[in-house]
């Protein structure tokens, strides 16, 4: 791929886009970037709420600790790219919630490298998708030859509120060192049917007891975030116009 | 107050009710007792409209509507409360959060004003009080974690708050020790044993009644209510078995 061609389908970071909307974006912007000095302390909330592509390059220096948390909800076409390069003994927190309904195509992809030894990396990624949207995660994790004690966890889940919806998750792993713990999770599942029941049968409406449940479900991503309260009720208005 | 008439009800297509009709009125409280397989759950499920138990044939009247045409957040406005035989845990969602949404939005549907923070946690924390839960235990998420006996309290917990007219509860007796027994026990008098109210007790034994002592007493078995007596027949059951009484 040059700059000058858009993606298609067949590059693996965009196997999911939508790539009538990535046509009509290209060229790009140059990616974002952000410089976490060592020692340094970083904190972003990212609402991506208008249909945009936005990438980010990230670089978190000795010692320093950055996190990002992102609400990814809004426009028939939002993609978030990370490409954090972490160094020794740097911390990466990325808390995200994607919430689509309708015909919305959202992403986030991200390539989170462990450049040295003893920095630590974890993302959540929770997605909760209506009707016949799609929800995509591919997190690529990659641990150089020298980046002993790495410790990074990818934890993911999705919940699909009509069968029609789709979630794609990805991990990917690429790891040279030999002492290091690189976890990761995923799960897609559906609204528990009991639970659901349960509310309702001490008087709850369906969709208020349907959001209750999956107000809980994105909870915690957004655990720490700068404007964490506002990131929550942005959350559950939407969450308020899928069930 | 509830009045059954020859309920017929499916599960997965199988029938399990076969004609059962029983007549609740206020300031009674019924146990209905059976074996193992009789339909008890099936009774309390479909009288709380869960999905998938469907009514073939007859009535359920609530209070003069049609129990059955009615959704399970509906019935619960209206006045019914079912007991969980086995309580269903929520991850992340707090009692007290959960607990004051549902109570106002029966208020809201039953046309009252929503009560404010203050009034629900004094509200939350005197009938916690009375089932000697932890205050602690219910702004935790609901029942995650909670041992069956404190599952079991909750559930009368959230009874008191909601203080509907009719509970109907299903094997609230299993998995408590004798102490707890007591306080449930207690517990369902304190709040139900009114002259408005009524209880629906459906028990495998005879030793919640000890605590609860019931107005009317019946077996129930193959779908069906096959026998109907006093606090009586409670003790008759524990010591003659259900194979003499049902058969």
Request: glycine share 12%; with cysteine.
């Amino acid at each position: 791929m040059t700059a000058t061609t858009h993606p298609t389908r067949r590059d693996e970071a965009w196997r999911y886009a939508d790539i009538d909307a990535v046509t009509a974006a290209w060229p790009l912007p140059a990616p974002e970037s952000i410089v976490v000095p060592a020692g340094g302390e970083f904190r972003r909330a990212i609402v991506q709420d208008a249909g945009a592509i936005h990438q980010i390059e990230m670089s978190i220096g000795k010692g320093a600790t950055a996190s990002l948390h992102i609400l990814n909800i809004g426009g028939a076409y939002g993609r978030i790219e990370l490409a954090v390069t972490l160094h020794e003994g740097a911390d990466f927190t990325l808390g995200a919630a994607q919430i689509g309904g309708g015909e919305q195509n959202l992403e986030i992809v991200t390539t989170v490298t462990h450049a040295e030894p003893g920095a630590t990396s974890r993302q959540m990624v929770r997605s909760v998708l209506s009707g016949t949207a799609t929800g995509t995660y591919l997190g690529k994790v990659a641990v150089a030859r020298d980046a002993q004690q790495t410790d990074s966890e990818q934890d993911v889940k999705a919940m699909l509120l009509d069968r029609s919806a789709t979630a794609n998750a990805k991990p990917e792993l690429e790891i040279f060192a030999d002492d290091v713990k690189c976890a990761h999770g995923c799960a897609i599942g559906e609204l528990d049917a009991m639970g659901l029941y349960y509310l309702q049968s001490r008087g709850l409406p369906p969709g208020e007891a349907k959001k209750i449940l999956l107000q809980a479900f994105v909870a915690g991503v957004f655990d720490g975030a700068e404007d964490e309260e506002q990131l929550q009720a942005l959350a559950l208005a939407k969450l308020g116009e899928l069930v | 107050m509830l009045t059954i008439e020859n309920l017929h009800a499916t599960v997965a297509d199988k029938p399990i009710l076969k004609g059962l009709s029983l007549a609740i009125n206020a300031g009674e409280i019924h146990a209905i007792m059976g074996p193992n397989g009789a339909g008890k759950s099936t009774l309390s499920y479909v009288l709380g409209g869960r999905p998938g138990y469907e009514v073939t044939e007859g009535s359920a009247t609530f209070d003069g509507h049609d129990l059955l045409d009615m959704d399970p957040h509906e019935r619960a406005a209206a006045g019914l409360f079912l007991g969980f035989q086995y309580p269903v845990e929520i991850p992340g969602v707090s009692n007290v959060q959960f607990l004051r949404e549902s109570l106002n939005a029966q208020r809201k549907a039953r046309g009252q004003e929503p009560l404010s923070g203050g009034d629900f946690l004094k509200l939350a924390r005197e009938k916690a009080g009375l089932l000697k839960l932890d205050m602690d235990m219910l702004k935790r998420p609901v029942n995650v974690g909670f041992s069956g006996g404190e599952k079991k309290r909750n559930e009368m917990v959230q009874m008191g708050i909601l203080d509907p007219k009719l509970a109907i509860l299903d094997e609230t007796d299993s998995g408590l020790d004798i102490d707890a027994l007591r306080v449930v026990g207690d517990g369902i008098n304190a709040i139900m044993r009114r002259p408005d109210k009524a209880v629906l007790l459906i028990t495998h034994y005879q030793r919640l009644l000890d605590y609860v002592q019931p107005d009317f007493v019946h077996v129930l078995a193959g779908g069906r209510i096959v026998k109907s007596g006093g606090p009586e027949l409670a003790l008759e059951l524990e010591r003659e078995g259900y194979a003499e009484i049902a058969a």
